[in-house]
């Protein structure tokens, strides 16, 4: 549980590997399958902490679950038994709230421990709660548990989302796809891993329209059927392979991913230098050996930067050439890796939301230590720049988003090994 990494700094990254499936669009999707009143094929799972987690909420629901050696699953949740995401579960993984919905919308009650606060920021889910009032049902938090229960179907609802949230989107989505009537949701997050979502629901037999876009129309339906779904490459973990090529000024393929979904990212990867190729499941980036630019940063939601990329272009910038500010909107807590940062040499100040990064020709080697994953992973970035070894600590957070992370840098030719505890 506490391996930590060691990583010996200079190694330009060079080489192929492959992008595993988007754990952000397989926790929901997992979700999602309980919704369905046959068994559901999802293939393309990444192997990774989160997606056990949700597995075994699923298996302690009573829900008969069937896994191929390739994380290929098979979900039938016709033999659920219970209805409760306990609290064991919830405090290891905030996306447990995603059953939240469709326990709701298909057998008319669920109990949710309530997730609390966590490394980024406070993180609430008051428009969880209020979007799934809106549909009819009745929810009470006590003793720590969210109760929700509905009479009857939920009711199709017009709902407008205050601030765009993802998680908020997903379970009034799911909730919706088996209301009576119409469902609205304005200002719905456009992430990718949203559309993913959909389109697993509709290939389960949802009516959805406005998919991508900021306004989702939901035609609810009586039942939904079992559908055989691959889950979306990962674009985070996409993203944050190319900013570690670009860092040690390598070159990189990254292939079984979606150049698509990553226009932000690409577009301030081709302003720091990168010259970037994409074909239509693969990316290649190449420095030709010259250090990066340092880029401005503004997090938003989709189509924006993304906030999950953030402290990977932090590690860049502090080893590119110039200053650049990163202005993070999306979470209120999420710039405290740069303290870690500074203790391996790099020079980064923080202004309110705002971190300055003043670009440093090289960092050292330091043990550290990170409290989120995107964190963790920009200090992996930063130990592979650095002078000398770099031991990150705590890297179960890595564990949780990151495919054999280890593996794959090496396979780029990184000089990086996990110590057990
Ligand atoms: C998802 O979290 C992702 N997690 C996060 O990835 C990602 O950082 C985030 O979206 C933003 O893109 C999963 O998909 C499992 P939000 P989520 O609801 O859904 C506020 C990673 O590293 N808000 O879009 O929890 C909230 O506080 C993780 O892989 C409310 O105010 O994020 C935040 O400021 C970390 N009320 C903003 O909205 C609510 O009811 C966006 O959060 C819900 C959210």
Not at 398 to 408: T, V
Request: charged content about 20%; glycine content about 10%.
């Amino acid at each position: 549980m506490l391996d930590k990494l060691v990583i010996l700094g200079g190694e330009r990254l060079e080489g192929e590997i492959r992008i595993s499936g988007a754990k952000n669009a397989a926790l929901p999707i997992l979700a999602a399958t309980l919704l369905a009143d046959e068994p559901v094929i999802i293939r393309n799972l990444p192997h990774l902490h989160d997606i056990t987690t949700m597995i075994e909420l699923l298996g302690c629901m009573g829900i008969d679950l069937t896994i191929d050696e390739r994380l290929g699953i098979e979900v039938n949740a016709n033999t659920i038994q219970s209805f409760t995401a306990p609290y064991e579960l919830v405090k290891t993984m905030r996306a447990s709230i995603l059953v939240l919905g469709p326990l709701l919308a298909r057998f008319g009650q669920a109990q949710v421990s309530f997730p609390g606060g966590c490394a980024i920021g406070s993180r609430p889910v008051d428009l969880h709660i209020k979007g799934l009032k809106a549909l009819g049902a009745e929810l009470d938090v006590q003793d720590g548990y969210i109760n929700a229960r509905s009479n009857g179907r939920l009711k199709g609802a017009h709902i407008f989302m205050d601030t765009v949230t993802v998680g908020g989107t997903e379970n009034v989505l799911m909730a919706a796809v088996l209301a009576e009537g119409q469902t609205v949701i304005e200002n719905a997050a456009r992430e990718p891993e949203v559309v993913d979502l959909a389109n697993c629901l509709v290939a389960m037999g949802a009516q959805i329209s406005g998919i991508g876009s900021d306004t989702l129309v939901i035609d609810g339906v009586e039942r939904l059927h079992g559908c055989d779904y691959t889950i979306m490459p990962d674009r985070i973990e996409t993203g944050t392979y190319l900013v570690a090529a670009a860092a040690t000024r390598g070159h990189v393929k990254l292939k079984d991913t979606d150049p698509e979904v990553m226009e932000a990212v690409l577009m301030k990867l081709k302003e720091a230098g990168a010259d970037i190729t994409t074909g239509k499941d693969w990316i290649e980036l190449d420095m030709h050996g010259c250090r990066p630019k340092a880029v401005n940063i503004r997090t938003a939601p989709y189509p924006a930067f993304p906030t999950d990329m953030q402290a990977q272009f932090t590690a860049m910038n502090a080893v590119a050439e110039g200053t650049a500010t990163v202005t993070e909107t999306v979470f209120e807590n999420r710039l405290i890796q740069t303290h870690e940062m500074n203790r391996m040499g790099a020079k980064i100040s923080i202004e309110g939301n705002m971190a300055i990064v003043e670009g440093q020709e090289h960092l050292k080697g330091a043990p550290v230590m990170a409290t989120d994953l995107r964190a963790s992973a920009s200090l992996v970035i930063a130990g592979l720049v650095a002078h000398g070894q770099t031991l990150v600590d705590r890297i179960y957070h890595i564990d949780r988003g990151y495919e054999c992370i280890e593996e794959k840098l090496q396979q780029l030719g990184a000089n990086i090994r996990r110590l057990p505890e």
